[in-house]
């Protein structure tokens, strides 16, 4: 079996007593490809950030290519790149 690029588990996110981000459980393998779509406020935004380390999960866990981006954010922020259009995984 191919090891998963992106591995999300459980991950939820609370502001203010708000949850914006509940449960999340995603596994993307080298060559997926993958959208996330939904309104404003759906918690895009907020699971993109988590995602790279630019913003700790209330609960769960992010590996990024094996890294453990609560962990290890600043790991997983030197193999991405950051656009203000694009977010691209190395």
Same mark, same amino acid.
């Given at each position: 079996?191919?090891?998963?690029?992106?591995?999300?588990? %459980? $991950? +939820?996110?609370?502001?203010?007593?708000?949850?914006?981000?509940?449960?999340?459980?995603? #596994?993307?393998?080298?060559? @997926? *490809?993958?959208?996330?779509?939904?309104?404003?406020?759906?918690?895009?935004?907020?699971?993109?950030?988590?995602?790279? %380390? $630019? +913003?700790?999960?209330?609960?769960?866990?992010?590996?990024?290519?094996?890294?453990?981006? #609560?962990?290890?954010?600043? @790991? *997983?922020?030197?193999?991405?790149?950051?656009?203000?259009?694009?977010?691209?995984?190395?």
């Amino acid at each position: 079996m191919a090891t998963p690029v992106i591995e999300i588990r %459980g $991950l +939820s996110k609370v502001y203010d007593n708000r949850r914006v981000v509940d449960n999340l459980n995603l #596994t993307l393998y080298e060559g @997926e *490809v993958f959208g996330l779509l939904g309104p404003n406020g759906a918690g895009k935004s907020t699971t993109i950030l988590m995602l790279l %380390g $630019l +913003s700790e999960p209330s609960t769960g866990s992010v590996t990024i290519a094996g890294i453990d981006a #609560t962990r290890n954010p600043v @790991e *997983v922020k030197k193999n991405s790149r950051l656009s203000a259009r694009r977010c691209r995984l190395l």
